[in-house]
T-cell receptor, first 109, second 114 residues
């Protein structure tokens, strides 16, 4: 059974700091997704990672994938308040897409 | 503009009542999904469908039913057998697995018990 674990589940950080969210998954998969959710809203796709060593960057967010370690990271550089949201990773296997519990990120001004 | 439309945005259910949540997409996606999200929790897969007239149970299918008679539509019925239906329900769609595209999500339906 595929399990997806994120940590931390809650993160409060100051503006301007760097931090990393981790996503571990239990079985092999060839694609991993990162999404953002604002309170009461739907999910917005951030990144799709398709191969070992894949790295994608958008603004202050950078995602990477290590399929051998079954680990993806979402790195936040010089955080700003607008990045406050819940971030989910999701893994695709056998036509099912399984989500982690999410990391609730709160950035203090 | 292409997208996924969920309706209604808010829904209230009485005891013993079945309710149906609508999900329509005009993205020409083959695959559609239903997720349940509880406060402070992740998304849990209820049902999914890769093709018209076919669907599979997800991790928490008990108390729910779906149909997929048209490519564009994937309604979810929350039956009276679902004893704790209060949650935020999200519908998603995507191209077939080989396309390697992310899911697109609707805006969700918030279901509460009266």
């Amino acid at each position: 059974e595929l399990k997806v674990e994120q940590n931390p589940l809650f993160l409060s950080m100051q503006e301007g700091k760097n931090y990393t969210i981790y996503c571990n998954y239990s079985t092999t998969s060839d694609r991993l997704y990162w999404y953002r959710q604002d309170p009461g809203k739907s999910l917005e796709s951030l990144f799709v990672l398709l191969s070992n060593g894949a790295v994608k960057q958008e603004g202050r967010l950078m995602a990477s994938l290590d399929t051998k370690a079954r680990l993806s990271t979402l790195h936040i550089t010089a955080a700003v308040h607008d990045l406050s949201a819940t971030y989910f990773c999701a893994v695709d296997r056998d036509d099912k897409i399984i989500f982690g519990k999410g990391t609730r990120l709160h950035i203090l001004p | 503009d292409g997208g996924i439309t969920q309706s209604p945005k808010y829904l209230f259910r009485k005891e013993g009542q079945n309710v149906t949540l609508s999900c329509e997409q005009n993205l020409n996606h083959d695959a559609m999904y239903w997720y349940r999200q509880d406060p402070g929790q992740g998304l849990r897969l209820i049902y999914y469908s890769q093709i018209v007239n076919d669907f599979q149970k997800g991790d928490i299918a008990e108390g729910y039913s779906v149909s997929r008679e048209k490519k564009e539509s994937f309604p979810l019925t929350v039956t009276s057998a679902q004893k704790n239906p209060t949650a935020f329900y999200l519908c998603a769609s995507s191209h077939p697995r080989g396309s390697r595209q992310p899911q697109h999500f609707g805006d969700g339906t918030r279901l509460s018990i009266l």
